[in-house]
Each structure stands twice: as structure tokens, then as C-alpha cells.
């Protein structure tokens, strides 16, 4: 798995260079990749949607397990997190019903859209942020295997499940490890030829990914702990 998602991800950037250098210009590469309603963008909202569905289906086993409030709140929290991003890419309905931005969001959004992360505000830090999530993500992956460790010594029995099933696998590492590579060079531009602002797409669609990688295991998991009963 490790390597497939290797290979995937060191594939997947091949192809995004041989476009670029393809391109006749940057203008090119953004229309093909990066307007709105576009590839990337829909390709964002899928693996999101498929997220909240597999979300939905580990709460209702957490449900079924009885396990402890903390672990059940905190997957119902990312599913609400994972839903309001949704939306923030579909700004709130309005790229599918093309309805026109609200005299409100008109005045302070830098896009001119129904959406809060790109008020004139957060717009000014958007870069940075990112890069902080991501960061964290990397980290949070990357120290797993020590965060289960102090999991089980601290595992009661009547969760019935194994800690590391509520965990993301260590072979998603390599496309959180692209998220951070490919944030780190937006936010500081110092390839500003090679990786332009837009590109922050791509890093969002690898952590998008990452999260679902991750979602996925563990309902896989779970539902195995189940069958074995």
C-alpha cells in the first residue's frame, strides 16, 4: 500500500509537470485545471462527499459498539468539519445554482463568492493556515505509531476495539507528506515558476484524500471486529 501510493503520488505529479511545461503559458494551465466548477474542484467535493458517507458509517458502528462519548463526538466533529468544507467548495450551493453573491459577501469576500475562507481577512492568511493544517496532519500521521502506544497503555477494555483501527495508516503518510511539500512551497515562493498559488488545489486534494484513505480503513477495520464476533 505504501508503495502504490508512492507510485501514485510521485505519477500524479509527473503528469501535473509534463502539463505544466506543455502549457503555452500559466493562463493555459490554470483554465485547464482551476476554474471554478472544474476538475480539481469536483474532484475535491467527490472525495469529500465519499468521506462523510464513510464517516457516517463509522458513527453508526461506534453506535452499535457502545463505546466511549469522547470517540463517538469526536468522528460526529469531523464529519461536521468535513461538511462545512464541502460546502466552502461549493460555496454554499452557489457555483450549482449560480445565484448571485450576497450584497454582504460581495463587499468583504476577495473571490466575490458565498464563502467565508476567502473573506478579505482570512484571504490574507489563507496560505499560512493551510500550511499549518498541514503541517499537523504530517505530524499527526507520522508520530501514529507512538500516539497508539500511549493508546493501548491507556485502552480501557470495554472499547472492545484495537486503538490502532481508530488511527490513519502510515502509508497515507506519503500524501500528507505531498500536502505539506506542495503548502510549504505556496506559502513561500521560492520556485514561484514551478509552483504557483493555484497549485494549493492539488495539496488540498491530497489531504482530501488522505482523510478519506484514512476513513475508509477504519471502517474496514471496524466492520471486520465485527464479522470476527
Given at each position: 500500500r505504501t508503495l502504490f501510493l508512492r507510485a501514485l503520488f510521485i505519477s500524479s505529479l509527473s503528469i501535473i509537470i509534463f502539463i505544466k511545461s506543455k502549457a503555452t503559458d500559466i493562463d493555459t494551465y490554470k483554465r485547464y485545471f482551476f476554474t471554478e466548477g472544474g476538475l480539481i474542484e469536483w474532484t475535491q467535493v467527490l472525495v469529500l462527499l465519499f468521506s462523510i458517507y464513510v464517516g457516517i458509517l463509522i458513527v453508526n458502528d461506534l453506535k452499535i459498539k457502545n463505546l466511549t462519548s469522547n470517540i463517538y463526538?469526536?468522528?460526529?466533529?469531523?464529519?461536521?468539519?468535513?461538511?462545512?468544507?464541502?460546502?466552502?467548495?461549493?460555496?454554499?450551493?452557489?457555483?450549482?445554482?449560480?445565484?448571485?453573491?450576497?450584497?454582504?459577501?460581495?463587499?468583504?469576500?476577495?473571490?466575490?463568492?458565498?464563502?467565508?475562507?476567502?473573506?478579505?481577512?482570512?484571504?490574507?492568511?489563507?496560505?499560512?493556515?493551510?500550511?499549518?493544517?498541514?503541517?499537523?496532519?504530517?505530524?499527526?500521521?507520522?508520530?501514529?505509531?507512538?500516539?497508539?502506544?500511549?493508546?493501548?497503555?491507556n485502552c480501557k477494555q470495554k472499547n472492545r476495539i484495537s486503538p490502532g483501527i481508530l488511527l490513519p495508516p502510515s502509508y497515507s503518510l506519503t500524501l500528507f507528506a505531498g500536502t505539506?511539500?506542495?503548502?510549504?512551497?505556496?506559502a513561500n515562493p521560492f520556485f514561484p515558476n514551478l509552483i504557483i498559488n493555484r497549485d494549493q488545489e492539488w495539496a488540498e486534494l491530497l489531504l482530501y484524500l488522505g482523510i478519506f484513505i484514512s476513513l475508509l480503513r477504519t471502517y474496514v477495520l471496524l466492520e471486520s471486529s465485527n464479522s470476527n464476533k
Open positions: 463526538l469526536i468522528y460526529t466533529f469531523i464529519i461536521g468539519l468535513l461538511s462545512f468544507i464541502t460546502l466552502e467548495e461549493l460555496a454554499w450551493g452557489q457555483i450549482i445554482f449560480q445565484w448571485q453573491t450576497p450584497e454582504g459577501f460581495l463587499k468583504l469576500n476577495a473571490q466575490g463568492q458565498t464563502t467565508f475562507h476567502n473573506i478579505n481577512f482570512f484571504q490574507n492568511i489563507l496560505d499560512e493556515c493551510f500550511l499549518f493544517v498541514s503541517l499537523v496532519m504530517f505530524l499527526f500521521v507520522y508520530f501514529s505509531p507512538s500516539i497508539l502506544y500511549l493508546m493501548k497503555r505539506l511539500f506542495i503548502s510549504f512551497f505556496v
